[in-house]
């Protein structure tokens, strides 16, 4: 039986979408071929391509707002300094809310001024910061809407004239927001969407075109626009996965059906972390608290062995915390069942028995 995948990233996909890339890559729609061994620039993958990104730009409710959607290649981490390159005239302004926004905050400084405009470091980055003041002149202003790792989450986002960028990469997808108050959002395929190997940008189309530096082609968004995200080989399997996951997340009935869910996951998670004495979150403020990643820690250190034993036999899978928050991380991810989660609160009670 397949395991409760609580994995951080890679990470769950839906069972119907790996069986249907399981099957086009033996021989996709029936053309005797691999869509894995076909040209990019075949009738098929534009095709592909085509449907992922307007799916993405559909799911979101951005079409016809004058956005594109793009998937690229290099990771989130790539978009760092893709965003600082296509953006950065002389300051931006970043939101320092743990080792992904530091480390995008890091990448930025080699090319301007970058303003930590606030940071939740003198706790372990176990809060959001509010009442954030936002100077005016900024190029751009960075954020990260999910922190993957300490499990936070921006639940209302700071206003800002200036660009507001996102590194949405562990919660595309997964909840309703006016996604138009983004004027770029980027996100590793990882987490959320599919397999390792693409990164989505949406890019609100009037912020590019401003700097005056001059931009490698592979990072300058307009170049990638201008080819429809074939300026070079895209990662082809990676975007068919991707497509197949939009597909699956739209016939559902899109974010408003799967927000549902993730909602009723983490309450049922949340609620027995806060009920079970045995266990303890990370984040005490609970509308801080991620929806997509739950972190906590035994409040008994001696129970670790027979609780690592319980949830393994359970059938779960990737629990484990991030070394640099330790105790447990639950990742709740679109595709993963409410079924899972339930067995993994189940295990919880269960301990309490045995305490
Ligand atoms: C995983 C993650 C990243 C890093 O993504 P890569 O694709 O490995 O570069 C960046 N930001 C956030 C919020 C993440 O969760």
Request: aromatic share 10%; net charge negative.
């Given at each position: 039986m397949k395991k409760h995948n609580f994995s951080a990233g890679p990470s769950i996909l839906p069972a119907s979408v790996i069986q249907k890339a399981a099957d086009g890559v033996l021989n996709y729609n029936g053309i005797d071929l691999s869509i894995i061994e076909?040209?990019?620039?075949s009738a098929e993958f534009i095709e592909v391509m085509e449907n992922a990104r307007s799916l993405a730009l559909e799911l979101l409710e951005l079409e016809g707002k004058g956005y594109t959607a793009l998937f690229l290649q290099g990771g989130a981490s790539t978009q760092f300094l893709a965003v600082t390159y296509n953006l950065l005239e002389s300051k931006a302004g970043y939101l320092n809310t743990g080792t992904w926004s530091a480390k995008a905050l890091k990448e930025a400084q080699h090319y301007g001024e970058i303003i930590e405009l606030a940071s939740s470091k003198d706790a372990n980055f176990n809060y959001i910061p509010k009442n954030i003041l936002v100077p005016a002149n900024l190029d751009y202003m960075h954020l990260t809407s999910n922190n993957t790792i300490f499990g936070t989450q921006f639940k209302e986002f700071p206003k800002s004239t200036a660009p507001l960028v996102c590194d949405m990469s562990s919660d595309i997808f997964s909840r309703t927001l006016d996604f138009t108050q983004f004027d770029l959002i980027y996100a590793g395929a990882q987490k959320n969407m599919g397999p390792a190997g693409t990164t989505l940008v949406v890019v609100k189309d009037e912020i590019l075109g401003k700097v005056s530096r001059h931009i490698p082609s592979m990072l300058d968004y307009q170049v990638h626009i201008s080819k429809d995200s074939m300026f070079n080989t895209p990662p082809v399997f990676p975007v068919f996965v991707s497509m197949l996951t939009l597909e699956w997340l739209k016939d559902l009935g899109g974010i408003p059906a799967i927000e549902k869910v993730n909602n009723d996951k983490a309450n049922l998670l949340y609620n027995e972390i806060d009920r079970n004495p045995l266990f303890k979150g990370f984040v005490p403020n609970s509308e801080d608290r991620s929806m997509m990643n739950a972190t906590f820690t035994l409040t008994q250190d001696n129970l670790k062995d027979t609780f690592d034993q319980m949830w393994k036999e359970a059938g779960i899978n990737g629990l484990n915390g991030h070394r640099s928050v330790g105790g447990y991380r639950a990742s709740m991810y679109n595709a993963l069942p409410l079924e899972s989660v339930a067995t993994l609160v189940n295990v919880m009670k269960h301990l309490e028995t045995k305490a």
């Amino acid at each position: 039986m397949k395991k409760h995948n609580f994995s951080a990233g890679p990470s769950i996909l839906p069972a119907s979408v790996i069986q249907k890339a399981a099957d086009g890559v033996l021989n996709y729609n029936g053309i005797d071929l691999s869509i894995i061994e076909i040209s990019h620039r075949s009738a098929e993958f534009i095709e592909v391509m085509e449907n992922a990104r307007s799916l993405a730009l559909e799911l979101l409710e951005l079409e016809g707002k004058g956005y594109t959607a793009l998937f690229l290649q290099g990771g989130a981490s790539t978009q760092f300094l893709a965003v600082t390159y296509n953006l950065l005239e002389s300051k931006a302004g970043y939101l320092n809310t743990g080792t992904w926004s530091a480390k995008a905050l890091k990448e930025a400084q080699h090319y301007g001024e970058i303003i930590e405009l606030a940071s939740s470091k003198d706790a372990n980055f176990n809060y959001i910061p509010k009442n954030i003041l936002v100077p005016a002149n900024l190029d751009y202003m960075h954020l990260t809407s999910n922190n993957t790792i300490f499990g936070t989450q921006f639940k209302e986002f700071p206003k800002s004239t200036a660009p507001l960028v996102c590194d949405m990469s562990s919660d595309i997808f997964s909840r309703t927001l006016d996604f138009t108050q983004f004027d770029l959002i980027y996100a590793g395929a990882q987490k959320n969407m599919g397999p390792a190997g693409t990164t989505l940008v949406v890019v609100k189309d009037e912020i590019l075109g401003k700097v005056s530096r001059h931009i490698p082609s592979m990072l300058d968004y307009q170049v990638h626009i201008s080819k429809d995200s074939m300026f070079n080989t895209p990662p082809v399997f990676p975007v068919f996965v991707s497509m197949l996951t939009l597909e699956w997340l739209k016939d559902l009935g899109g974010i408003p059906a799967i927000e549902k869910v993730n909602n009723d996951k983490a309450n049922l998670l949340y609620n027995e972390i806060d009920r079970n004495p045995l266990f303890k979150g990370f984040v005490p403020n609970s509308e801080d608290r991620s929806m997509m990643n739950a972190t906590f820690t035994l409040t008994q250190d001696n129970l670790k062995d027979t609780f690592d034993q319980m949830w393994k036999e359970a059938g779960i899978n990737g629990l484990n915390g991030h070394r640099s928050v330790g105790g447990y991380r639950a990742s709740m991810y679109n595709a993963l069942p409410l079924e899972s989660v339930a067995t993994l609160v189940n295990v919880m009670k269960h301990l309490e028995t045995k305490a």
